[in-house]
Nanobody, 123 residues
Framework: QVQLVESGGGLVQAGDSLRLSCAAS????????MAWFRQAPGKEREFVAT????????TYADSVKGRFTISRDNAKNTVSLQMNSLKPEDTAVYYC????????????????WGQGTQVTVSA
């Protein structure tokens, strides 16, 4: 059982940076792989980044590769998304999610979801 709460969203200008955080409750955080997804109005939820349970492997969507970095601190039960060089097309609600799979980018295979945090990037 995992409860997730995102924070760190806001309104920024293109080229700026933001760091999103996801705080997890529960005793088994280190057993879950974690991911960030995002959803813009009128669009399907899309994969952004994932990190395996011990942080040994990361995967990024092509649209954010080289700009975003996912990390986790199992001692603090947190996962973060450092977002640099933000673009207007990054505007979306960002969600963190947890899965018992070792690795997956499919939203339907994630078991737990946070409520999301809004990121808005102006031109």
């Amino acid at each position: 059982q995992v409860q997730l709460v995102e924070s760190g969203g806001g309104l920024v200008q293109a080229g700026d940076s933001l760091r999103l955080s996801c705080a997890a409750s529960g005793r088994a955080f280190s057993s879950y792989s974690m991911a960030w997804f995002r959803q813009a109005p009128g669009k399907e939820r899309e994969f952004v980044a994932t990190i395996t349970n011990r942080g040994g492997s990361t995967t990024y969507a092509d649209s954010v590769k080289g700009r975003f970095t996912i990390s986790r601190d199992n001692a603090k039960n947190t996962v973060s998304l450092q977002m640099n060089s933000l673009k207007p097309e990054d505007t979306a609600v960002y969600y963190c999610a947890a899965t018992s799979y070792w690795w997956t980018i499919l939203s339907r295979q994630y078991d737990y979801w946070g409520q999301g945090t809004q990121v808005t990037v102006s031109a």
